[in-house]
């Protein structure tokens, strides 16, 4: 089976739309996806922006993701976007994004818009939060932050961060070492102790006085 390994770049929404902001906090103005066959290889990439229907894209999320409103006025809307995406990605396809944030915004932005495709009902059959993934492999109890799984890995981040797609495709590079648990976990050691919990002083200590049966004085 295929896999799409995506990303989105989203905006807020006015509060001031009340009715909207209660159903959809975001709207998203570009999707960035990879798609990797049985053998894990890129074979594929999707990367459209999408003109927002209610909201305006704010100086700080122009910096952060070199989108504006000039950048997208000639950008096709959310529905044409989204049926070309998962008509991309194919029939049969586990799809991958980095946490669950982007499905959420994804299915709140469905839910304003009443976007309907069954494609998409089936990708949520088969959405996977790479980010647990990587939290249960190496058995953290804080999420892990991309960029800190890319750094440990000694992947130097190609292109643009906060692109979409180049967000995704440097994702799929983490993917491809995962694939090899033993070298990944290896990788990642130093990250996984310096994450890892020193024991307390004070119960050390404590537990130092109970093997040696001694009171530790007042």
């Keep these: 089976m295929n896999k799409v390994i995506l990303d989105l770049e989203f905006c807020g929404l006015p509060k001031k739309l009340t009715q909207e902001y209660e159903l959809c906090k975001h709207e998203i103005i570009q999707v960035g996806a990879v798609l990797l066959n049985e053998e894990n290889e890129i074979i594929s990439s999707f990367d459209q922006l999408i003109k927002p229907q ?3 894209i704010t100086s700080e999320i122009s910096e952060l993701t070199h989108i504006s409103d000039e950048t997208v006025k000639d950008a096709a809307g959310f529905s044409e976007v989204m049926d ?3 008509e991309w990605a194919g029939d049969e396809a586990e799809f991958y994004s980095w946490s669950m944030i982007d499905l959420q915004i994804l299915m709140e932005e469905r839910s304003l818009k009443r976007y309907k495709n069954q494609k998409l009902d089936q990708a ?13 492999m190496l058995h953290l109890s804080k999420n892990l932050a ?3 799984a890319l750094s440990a890995c000694d992947i130097a981040f190609v292109g643009q961060q906060h692109s979409a797609c180049d967000d995704a495709r440097n994702t799929a590079r983490l993917y491809q070492i995962m694939q090899n648990p033993e070298e990944f976990r290896k990788r990642m050691q130093p990250l ?9 002083v004070t119960t050390s200590m404590g537990s130092l006085f109970s093997k040696l049966k001694i009171s530790p004085v007042e």
């Design 124 to 136: 949520v059959k088969h959405w996977f939060d790479l980010q647990q993934i990587v939290d249960d």
């Design 54 to 56: 209610y909201s305006s």
């Design 192 to 200: 996984i102790d310096f994450m890892t919990p020193k024991e307390d």
């Design 146 to 148: 991309l960029e800190k």
């Design 84 to 86: 070309a995406f998962f």
